[in-house]
């Protein structure tokens, strides 16, 4: 699913980081997490989800020049189910195989080297919500910032 959105003219990656945010704290579903998702955002094991599906979230802005690969004339956030990953776990011939092509793309793509951010799904060094909305370069503090679903997590552990 996309979400195309409309934020201020000439905005920054900081503006589109914060409609992210702003975008992230919106959807809510009565606390409908899948139930394996763990509430707190710094599990390697949460993810956005949505419905009870987990959902991998990935935003683009026309503010990303040098990672070519999160470039967008709008900003549009992307919401792909968990499932579309079954079969490519880390460490299996088809997942590490995968992750070969994508990263060769991304190297051939982006003005750079691929985010030293992005990773892998139940990894301990991996946070799902770090891949959401990335800076775009590693110099714009790729491990810091906040998660944009946090407010609605937390919402989601107070109903429970």
């Known amino acids: ?57 990935v935003c683009n802005t026309p503010a990303h020049v040098e990672r070519n690969s999160r470039h967008s004339p709008g900003f549009l956030i992307t919401f792909q189910p968990r499932w579309v990953f079954e079969g490519l776990k880390e460490g299996t011939p088809r997942g590490d195989a ?24 139940g990894d301990p060094r991996n946070r799902e919500w770090r891949q959401c909305f990335l800076p775009d370069n590693d110099g714009d503090d790729a491990k810091g910032g906040s998660c944009p679903f946090e407010a609605r997590t937390r919402a989601n552990v107070l109903e429970s």
């Open 1 to 57: 699913m996309l979400l195309p959105t409309r934020p201020p003219p000439a905005a920054g990656i900081a503006r589109h980081a914060g409609c992210a945010h702003e975008t992230g704290e919106a959807p809510h579903d009565g606390g409908s997490a899948a139930a394996e998702i763990p509430a707190d955002t710094d599990d390697p094991y949460w993810e956005f989800s949505f419905g009870g599906t987990p959902i991998f979230v």
């Open 98 to 121: 995968a992750r070969r092509v994508i990263r060769g793309r991304l190297r051939r793509f982006d003005q750079g080297a691929p985010s030293p951010v992005l990773g892998s799904y």
